[in-house]
């Protein structure tokens, strides 16, 4: 995703990286660990490898305690949002599939 174009899948890793920022309450770039601005795709790739881990870093403010469907419910959005931000856009949905999963 660095070709320096913007196309629909750069549309959808913006999107994916928004998401992000909303479901861990982080900015896009900020301070993380090192003081150090980082992306918050490395931040994430470094803390959260899969969906499991990425659920011990998001903001209890946005998921809180979540129960039954809820819970499907917050990995589809963190599965969406895995499929967003790949490092290759072919493995990335297009927009029209990224709407069809938000309904």
């Not at 601005?37 to 931040?43: D, E, G, P, T």
């Amino acid at each position: 995703m660095k070709s320096g174009y913007i196309t629909e899948k750069s549309d959808v890793y913006s999107f994916g990286v928004h998401l992000l920022a909303f479901l861990i309450g982080q900015k896009a770039v900020d301070k993380y660990d090192a003081g150090e601005y980082q992306s918050i795709i490395v931040y994430v790739k470094v803390h959260a490898r899969d969906i499991e881990q990425i659920q011990t870093i998001v903001d209890p403010k946005i998921f809180g305690e979540i129960t039954g469907d809820g819970q499907v419910q917050q990995h589809d959005f963190l599965a969406l949002e895995l499929l967003c931000t790949q490092d290759k856009s072919e493995r990335m949905p297009d927009t029209i599939d990224v709407a069809k999963e938000l309904l």
